[in-house]
């Protein structure tokens, strides 16, 4: 069976610092795709990094960016200069090549001012 | 081009009531997939339709639970007679053609209390 597992369930991180949230994953496909998903406390679930599994380089959003590693099947997110509205809950999925997205129990983080 | 609608965002019921939850695609998205999410937890998938038809329920609770998306109108999941165990967020996504089913996009959600 295909899982995400999320080990942390809250972090902290000073405002302006950087921080790095973990996500394991297991599967025996060799072509999937990897998410993080932002949900502030309004819920809405945004796209904040995504991974094709092909793609050998770490994939970047501005301030965000993933660490891949593929035989370990880890997939960390980094954000680096902290903001109040990174605030959130922050999800890892995967899907491999079906249509269902498997996700994680999630990371809530905290930015402290 | 406006993202996935859902309507409404926030749904009281009592024990025993029906809710009914509707979801509009993006534009020119065929696929509609359901999601829930209990308290606490990750989102979990429930059931994908395309128009007029269901092609994967495995998600769904065998009993008071069904969804539609008819040719015309929104995608509705149905909850009859529900229980206090049914109070969740359930989202809805969607996406373009087979091709790009990988890439879902999700609507605000609707957030189900029941008393």
Redesign the interface.
């Known amino acids: 069976a295909q899982t995400v597992t999320q080990s942390q369930p809250e972090m902290s991180v000073q405002e302006a610092e950087t921080v790095t949230l973990s996500c394991t994953y297991d599967t025996s496909e060799s072509d999937y795709y990897l998410f993080w998903y932002k949900q502030p406390p309004s819920r809405q679930m945004i796209l904040v990094i995504r991974q094709e599994a092909y793609k050998q380089q770490n994939a970047t959003e501005n301030r965000f960016s993933v660490n891949f590693q593929k035989a370990a099947k880890s997939f960390s997110l980094k954000i680096s200069d902290s903001q109040l509205g990174d605030a959130a809950m922050y999800f890892c999925a995967f899907t491999s090549g079906t249509y269902k997205y498997i996700f994680g129990t999630g990371t809530r983080l905290k930015v402290l001012a | 081009n406006a993202g996935v609608m859902q309507n409404p965002r926030h749904l009281v019921r009592r024990r025993g009531q029906e809710a009914r939850l509707r979801c509009s695609p993006m534009k020119g998205h065929s ?1 509609v ?1 359901w ?1 829930r999410q209990l308290p ?6 429930m059931v ?1 339709l395309q128009k007029e038809n269901i ?2 329920e495995s ?1 769904m609770p065998k009993e008071r639970f069904s969804a539609e998306f008819p040719k015309e109108g929104p995608s509705i999941l149905r909850i009859q007679q529900v229980v206090r165990g049914d109070s969740a ?1 359930y ?1 809805c ?1 969607s ?1 373009p053609d087979r091709a790009n ?2 890439e ?1 996009f ?1 609507g ?2 609707t ?1 189900l209390t029941v008393l």
């Open positions: 696929h997939y999601y606490e937890e990750g989102l979990k998938f994908y092609i994967d998600g967020a989202f996504a996406s089913r990988n879902q999700f605000p959600g957030r």
